[in-house]
């Protein structure tokens, strides 16, 4: 036990050091960014996959022709060099990308249609075949039933599947979920039938490149780095290069290899522990204090499940609570808003809704919810989120995400519904 004490007060060394390297950057303003100012740096299709394609685009006004999607393929090739497709070659000269590419209405059997986030075709050369790239981009988004199964017929169909590669980008590179790659004839085989690629392993590397390539161009080279440092946050590799070095070799030996593989191994519990005793612990106090009725819902106390949450409202309240939910599994995508107690009560919940709605233009509704928004730390797989849970910030956010609704009541007065005080 005194080694692994040891050995994490190393560890926290490193980590002192990071944090001061940071604070020097911040005053260098290096921590100025574009995406994370406007709050885009988590919108796939309008931020990740229109970037993505931009800088693919031999037509883009980046002004650098073919140079970045010959980079590339040039990973593609190494990523598929040992695969049954290690003959796919493109030819990037007249290429063409398109972003959220329609493939027809989605069919009643879910096997034909959709939206193709990112959709890359070889230009037309007299007697070569189309050769087509289909990514579909996932920063948080659940699968969908025969997803990967729906382009894999299209590409067959409209290309041949020798002439086309689909590709699953993530944030870590993780596989799609069976009902994604399951059909009606068959099941998708991985490194056969769609490749895994990753933010963090695939696409910051090829940045990098592209940064590189971009040396004499300084509004494009600037604004890659920008795209890449909003990545490294999002794979959390965010850490100063040097010192991430200095720390892989203390753990990479024979006397430490074993205590970090096991920290990683209960990486969820850890966080699960945290979140069921501290933020359970934040939140009590603020259902105390305002006197509301309080309920978390979680499996078997795992709140890496999808859909976790805790309730708070009052008795009165008779069709909806304000709710605080994982949208996503592993922590991720922390939404709040009005919940309705259930979705089939339809007349009593559109009245709900359209009162709200009269009134807010930041939120959004779904089946379950009258209105929901993501809260503002919504990612708790990310370092900065213990520190403000810990110091109280996210407490107070909370209380007053709270204390908003009973305002928008006290102004809008919907007690007439039979709501809430909301």
Known sequence: MEDIKELLHKIRRFIDEDEILKKEKSKRGEDFNVFKIMHVENDEVRTHSAMLAALMDPKGTHSCGTAFLELFCQQLHDLVCDSKCSNFVFDSTNATVDVEKSIGGISGDNEEGGRMDILIKSGSIQGDKTKAIIIENKIYASDQTKQLYRYYQFADQKYGLENSLILYLTLDGHSPHDISVTGSSRKMKKNEDYFCISYRDFIRPWLQKCTEKAFDKPLVRETIIQYRNIL??????????????????????????????????????????????ELRKQVEEIANELRLELEFRTENGYWQQQYSHFLLWKKEWSYAKICFEFKNANFNKLSYGIRYNSPKTREDNENIKERIQ?????????????????????DWRREYVYRKLFNKDIQKEIKECVQDFNEFDRRHNYVNIDFIEL
């Open 358 to 378: 009269e009134k807010t233009h930041d939120g959004r509704s779904e089946e379950w919810w009258a209105y929901i928004k993501d809260f503002e730390y919504n």
């Open 232 to 277: 490294s946050l999002l794979t959390y590799q965010n850490m100063d290069e040097q010192k991430q070095k200095e720390l892989i070799e203390l753990l990479a030996n024979s006397e430490n290899i074993f205590t970090a593989i096991r920290i990683h191994d209960n990486y969820n519990r850890i966080l699960n522990k945290v979140i069921g005793v």
